[in-house]
């Protein structure tokens, strides 16, 4: 696999709460440069991105990063959101919710930021680190009855990220439709590589361009 490819697959991303809009800026320049899948970026940024670079697929991140806000608010998140220019949304699962064994819950609330995403991206952040198996396994039936277009394992801020064994248990248990996105310690264009070998859409990472490019 060659590094175009593997940055085809890449949601070059700075989500850190101190982002500059001159290293917002370098992370959209890069992206462009290197023809990555699209910018993962804070909510707070995407007009101005859009507005600089028109052209450029902006990934932007609600109920971000702990998940428990109201569906309400993701809602009204999301819809701001595209508004304002992105077209991929990465939404937190109310991981509270899933420890009460709440899936139908769950389950709902992504069917509604769905309603919302016609004719756009919606991935669905599942937080592996904080999960049993069991309930990862009943989060891929949610995605999957919901009609999310992805399953992303981690947002980079929790204890731990994505793992080759969950990209496994996601493939044995997400249906046809739902194609996955790894994230979350991924640093290197080696590991990137794996993970898209794995089956892997979508890679989120902060410095595989920056490995890729010797920086």
């Not at 990465?90 to 769950?106: L, P, Q, R, S, T």
């Not at 919606?122 to 198996?133: F, P, S």
């Not at 891929?140 to 992805?150: H, I, L, Q, S």
Request: charged content about 30%; glycine content about 8%.
């Amino acid at each position: 696999m060659d590094n175009k490819e593997i940055l085809s697959h890449i949601d070059h991303t700075l989500l850190k709460a101190f982002a500059t809009w001159d290293q917002i800026e370098t992370l959209c320049k890069e992206a462009v440069e290197n023809g990555t899948a699209s910018v993962c970026v804070p909510p707070s940024y995407i007009r101005r991105i859009h507005e600089n670079f028109p052209d450029l697929n902006i990934c932007t991140v609600v109920g971000f990063p702990l998940g428990y806000e109201t569906t309400a608010g993701k809602i009204a998140d999301t819809v701001q959101c595209i508004k304002d220019g992105a077209s991929e949304i990465d939404m937190v699962v109310n991981i509270a919710e899933v420890k009460n064994g709440n899936f139908v819950f769950v389950e709902d609330e992504i069917k509604k930021l769905r309603e919302v995403t016609k004719g756009k991206i919606l991935k669905v952040i599942i937080e592996t680190c904080y999960l049993t198996e069991e309930e990862k396994k009943k989060l891929c039936k949610c995605v999957t009855d919901a009609g999310a277009d992805y399953i992303k394992t981690s947002t980079g801020f929790g204890t731990a990220g994505a793992t080759y064994e969950d990209i496994e248990l996601f493939k044995a248990n997400i249906g046809p439709d739902v194609k996955i996105k790894a994230a979350g310690g991924i640093r290197t264009a080696k590991e990137a590589e794996r993970y898209i070998e794995l089956g892997c859409s979508r890679v989120g990472a902060s410095s595989v361009v920056g490995d890729i490019n010797g920086k």
